[in-house]
């Protein structure tokens, strides 16, 4: 069955740290690849998207991702963090073939000053 | 461009009570997906509807249902409100094709009382 797996519920980092959040997926095709933020009390706001060509994508806010078929992994990373980034992270996969996106859980993020 | 627009912000129901949350896509964009955010399940997929046809059906009960006007707009409805209903409810549109980010709106909070 087709699934995104988040492993780490929460991490905590200090402010000016790099951070890197780890997803995988388990789908048998080539997914569409993407990675969301949340604030408090508001939706999910798309960071960055991967669907083929250069497996290093660059989103918005300074994020970046890397696509790595061989360990199924869309881990998202930045070089050095910001209080502001202090939020819920969501990877997602688009089934191709299909019309479903499935979610992971989410990493909360909170960053020390 | 107008974003995702979701009515009303929040709601608070008493159990056996039925609701009906409303969503207006961005303009040009034919699907219209719905979710249950809760803190334990993380985001969980109700139905998808695009050109008014429901295309995708997510695991719950028959008490959650939904449609799509001609407009694109959706209504979700959930009779027979139980305490474990409690949720943001997260409304996302997109074109269509699943190459295509979702984008969502900032959800209805739902507390069933």
């Known amino acids: 069955a087709q699934s995104v797996t988040q492993p780490d519920i929460h991490i905590t980092v200090s402010e000016g740290a790099s951070l890197e959040l780890r997803c995988n997926y388990s789908?048998?095709?080539?997914?569409?690849l993407f990675w969301y933020v949340q604030s408090p009390g508001q939706g999910l706001q798309l960071l960055l998207k991967?669907?083929?060509?250069?497996?290093l994508v660059q989103g918005i806010k300074g994020f970046e991702a890397e696509f790595k078929r061989s360990q199924s992994s869309f881990n998202l990373r930045k070089p050095s963090v910001h209080w502001s980034d202090a939020a819920e992270y969501f990877c997602?996969?688009?089934?191709?073939?299909?019309?479903?996106?499935?979610f992971g859980t989410g990493t909360r993020l909170k960053v020390l000053a | 461009k107008a974003g995702v627009t979701q009515t009303p912000r929040y709601l608070i129901k008493t159990r056996g009570q039925q609701v009906t949350l409303s969503c207006s896509p961005i303009?040009?964009?034919?699907?219209v997906s719905w979710y249950q955010q809760t803190p334990g399940q993380g985001l969980q997929f109700l139905f998808e509807?695009?050109?008014?046809?429901?295309?995708n059906k997510g695991n719950f009960p028959g008490r959650f249902s939904g449609r799509q006007f001609s407009n694109s707009r959706s209504e979700m409805n959930v009779s027979t409100l139980e305490l474990g209903d409690s949720a943001l409810y997260l409304c996302?549109?997109?074109?269509?094709?699943?190459?295509?980010?979702?984008?969502f709106g900032d959800g209805t909070r739902l507390s069933i009382l």
């Open positions: 996302a549109s997109s074109p269509g094709q699943i190459n295509q980010p979702q984008h």
């Open positions: 509807y695009f050109s008014e046809t429901q295309r």
């Open positions: 789908y048998g095709a080539t997914p569409y």
């Open positions: 303009s040009g964009h034919r699907s």
């Open positions: 991967y669907f083929s060509g250069d497996t």
């Open positions: 997602a996969v688009g089934l191709s073939g299909t019309y479903k996106y499935i």
